[in-house]
């Protein structure tokens, strides 16, 4: 029996086929997509952040924005980079001082565990045996040199070529209507990432700057390379609000001899997670990304396993890219209803673009010059009148 196209079961049979293919696809090409992948995220970025500019900056014209975005973010960028990496040190060399209450911490934990000879410190690392994982780190620290020179060339191409989009996009979609609602799915597409970019910033400075005063407040050391942290870590979902709450009482056990401090820091950082996340920024995002939270733990673990931590960083963008594509074709539209929170994947509720009207583009785009009134009544004449 020949398989018809409007054979539901089959064109969903078939797109099941084509997202495993997608996915083995992603997975075995991953050194050459994720550089791909990071770059067009920073361009999107840095293409928002150039219309700010613009916008807010008098004098800033369209022609200086992108040039004044790309600098303003390799130094803020850079800034970060060079002030985790000194601090690092600093820090790795600060821990060999707390060997005594490491072995303490130890000794406490073996103890309420029931372990009668605790191990310690030295022994731990011992059993580790780092000098057989030095190999690992180096090809990882290689790895990811290699994957910032390709972002930077990636990005570099694709800020150079940006204003040729225009004219293929004119040449892809010889239809007005059609290159009219893939602008409008494009549109969608970046508004989307930019929002959820613009929540996450604004959200992660929140609870960075509200960590970094409660843990000077009870004396943690290095706290603005904790605040950093935090900050960064808050553009991954789950794993950031983990690190936030987590990392720095643990190290407020190895810093200070009594519990309080911990204690303390542990429930202010979980109160200001929990304030932000589930008061400030349900606010601020609205139903922008109209995403399902599940979808949201699902997707950080698929790109997760598929492209690591990169993958981890982008797994919202991505999986908000992939609803707003699939809403677009009728054999894939119930996919992206399963991804959205509320069935309705349309639509995105904050700075979206209206999809043009079926009957046709008028309504998206700007009457064409209407003719002389001269003509326009001669064509209403009837002979003989």
């Known amino acids: 029996m020949p398989v018809t196209a409007a054979d539901p079961v089959s064109r969903n049979a078939m797109v099941i086929l084509a997202t495993i293919a997608g ?38 014209g369209a022609r200086a924005a992108v040039p004044l975005a790309v600098v303003l973010s390799v130094l803020i960028f850079g800034g970060a980079a060079f002030f985790i990496a000194d601090n690092a040190t600093s820090f790795a060399t600060q821990l060999i001082t707390y060997t005594p209450k490491l072995n303490g911490l130890i000794a406490r934990i073996a103890g309420m565990v029931g372990m009668d000879v605790p191990p310690t410190i030295t022994q731990l690392i011992q059993r580790l045996d780092p000098a057989s994982h030095l190999g690992q780190v180096a090809r990882g620290l290689q790895s990811f040199a290699s994957t910032a020179a390709f972002v930077l060339v990636y990005l570099g191409f694709i800020l150079a ?24 799915a494009f549109l ?26 409660a843990m000077v407040a009870v004396g943690l050391d290095n706290a603005l390379f904790w605040a950093i942290l935090i900050f960064i870590a808050s553009y991954i979902p789950v794993v950031g609000g983990i690190v936030a709450v987590a990392l720095p009482p643990i190290f407020a056990l190895v810093q200070f001899d009594g519990l309080w401090q911990a204690l303390v820091l542990f429930g202010v950082l979980q109160a200001i997670g929990m ?20 979808v949201l733990l699902l997707a950080l673990a698929f790109w997760s396993v598929l492209w690591g931590l990169p993958g981890a960083f982008l797994s919202t963008p991505l999986t908000t890219v992939m609803m707003v594509i699939l809403v677009q074709f009728h054999g894939t539209r119930w996919i992206a209803v399963l991804l959205s929170a509320d069935g309705d994947p349309g639509q995105l509720k904050h700075h979206a673009v209206e999809p043009p009207s079926p009957k046709g583009p008028a309504s998206a785009a700007p009457e064409p010059p209407a003719k002389p009134a001269a003509k326009r009544r001669s064509k209403n004449l009837r002979p003989g009148t």
């Open 23 to 60: 996915g083995v696809v992603l997975y075995l090409l991953s050194d050459i997509l994720t550089p791909l992948a990071l770059a067009l995220f920073l361009a999107v970025m840095i293409d928002g952040f150039a219309r700010v500019l613009q916008s807010r900056l008098p004098g800033v």
């Open 188 to 213: 969608r597409i970046r508004n989307g990432v930019e929002q959820y970019l613009w929540v996450q910033t604004i959200t992660g400075l929140m609870i960075a700057v509200a960590s970094w005063l």
């Open 275 to 294: 304030f932000v996340g589930n008061v400030i920024q349900p606010r601020m995002q609205g139903r922008s990304l109209n995403m399902d939270p599940i």
């Open 161 to 184: 070529s940006r204003r040729g989009w225009e004219r293929k996009a004119v040449n892809l979609f010889a239809n007005r209507e059609e290159r009219q609602e893939a602008v409008a």
